[in-house]
């Protein structure tokens, strides 16, 4: 359910970054803000996973830092929206692959902040403008190509996969058995060139087939 922050229902938020001050900050952030609630804050390398798996979340604000660890965390396996704040473009395609739907600055004020929460609980796709190059298509770019083969289902089938929805789920809203999402999913794959769902996503963003 998405919980406006502008409205009366709560937001239950964590905070996940290594940097203690980075942490820190956005608590005081988001702690004064009406209607969120700071569930907890993490450390990337700590045990964080378990809050997510054990308790009711409605966004996890990913601060990465200078320097983020390599390869990032796949947050898409608890199933709680992300925004994920960065220095620079430069990690914005690994923030895409690792499930982050909401991309911003780090040094984003709270107005914009708190609009990229919203937009990540809402389900939503939210870029700054400056982190949005490395994800857009670029001219002559071989993908461009490649997805112009993708069926109707088949492109069905992508913009659910860049949704995070695991293939019981995406047969379930395509009224189709998961035998023929899967059989979808590997002629996506093989069209794009990818060897991951993952990979399928970021190279169909690029293409121009998914929108930002």
Not at 34 to 61: A, F, G
Not at 173 to 190: C, D, G, P, R, Y
Request: contains cysteine.
């Amino acid at each position: 359910m998405w919980l406006c922050s502008d409205g009366m229902d709560e937001m239950r938020l964590l905070i996940l970054a290594d940097d203690p001050l980075a942490r820190a900050g956005l608590a005081m952030l988001l702690g004064g803000q009406t209607n969120y609630i700071l569930v907890n804050q993490w450390h990337s390398q700590s045990d964080w996973q378990t809050d997510i798996e054990e308790t009711p979340l409605d966004v996890v604000v990913w601060d990465l830092g200078w320097d983020p660890p390599e390869p990032l965390p796949d947050m898409r396996e608890g199933g709680v929206p992300v925004v994920a704040l960065m220095s620079n473009e430069g990690f914005a395609a690994a923030a895409w692959s690792a499930g982050a739907k909401v991309l911003l600055r780090r040094d984003s004020g709270v107005e914009k902040l708190k609009l990229g929460i919203d937009a990540a609980a809402a389900g939503l796709i939210l870029i700054d403008p400056t982190l949005a190059t490395p994800l857009l298509p670029q001219p002559g770019n071989e993908d461009t190509l490649l997805t112009e083969s993708l069926t109707n289902r088949e492109q069905q089938v992508l913009y659910l996969l860049a949704e995070g929805l695991p293939n019981k789920n995406i047969a379930r809203q395509l009224a189709i058995s998961e035998h023929t999402v899967k059989f979808h999913v590997n002629a996506i794959m093989t069209k794009l060139g990818a060897q991951s769902r993952t990979e399928a996503v970021v190279r169909a963003t690029r293409a121009g087939v998914i929108m930002l």
